[in-house]
């Protein structure tokens, strides 16, 4: 594995980067295609896009989510557990990360406002 690599992509090339940065984009999250929002689609979209990331946070967690697999080879999955409960700390020169394994909320970001919400 290339863990090496990790702490000088996360030191340097992430959080001393300082033009603006893409964070967390991952075109891989989708929905069912039989699924359609029937009454508040912003609404009943975002709900189930939270219950689905607490269902596979909860995987993560205790270890029960499957791998990812390339044909018969098992991928790395190490930097799954701060995919939730990490938050980005502006500092000077470099930045910082706190992960918060214990964290049961979201936060819901819009126009202007941030909206704790428990999961």
């Given at each position: 594995a290339l863990l090496?690599?990790?702490?000088?992509?996360?030191?340097?090339?992430y959080l001393g980067y300082r033009e603006s940065v893409v964070i967390n984009s991952n075109p891989c999250y989708s929905f069912e295609t039989t699924w359609v929002p029937q009454q508040n689609p912003q609404v009943e979209s975002a709900a189930r896009l939270l219950h689905g990331c607490a269902v596979i946070s909860s995987q993560i967690q205790?270890?029960?989510?499957?791998p990812q697999m390339q044909g018969q080879e098992i991928q790395c999955s190490s930097q799954l557990v701060s995919a939730f409960g990490t938050t980005r700390i502006a500092k000077q020169g470099v930045d910082e990360l706190q992960f918060n394994v214990e964290s049961k909320y979201a936060c819901l970001l819009r126009n202007g406002h941030v909206i704790?919400?428990?999961i």
């Amino acid at each position: 594995a290339l863990l090496f690599f990790n702490d000088y992509w996360r030191k340097t090339a992430y959080l001393g980067y300082r033009e603006s940065v893409v964070i967390n984009s991952n075109p891989c999250y989708s929905f069912e295609t039989t699924w359609v929002p029937q009454q508040n689609p912003q609404v009943e979209s975002a709900a189930r896009l939270l219950h689905g990331c607490a269902v596979i946070s909860s995987q993560i967690q205790h270890g029960t989510l499957e791998p990812q697999m390339q044909g018969q080879e098992i991928q790395c999955s190490s930097q799954l557990v701060s995919a939730f409960g990490t938050t980005r700390i502006a500092k000077q020169g470099v930045d910082e990360l706190q992960f918060n394994v214990e964290s049961k909320y979201a936060c819901l970001l819009r126009n202007g406002h941030v909206i704790p919400i428990m999961i």
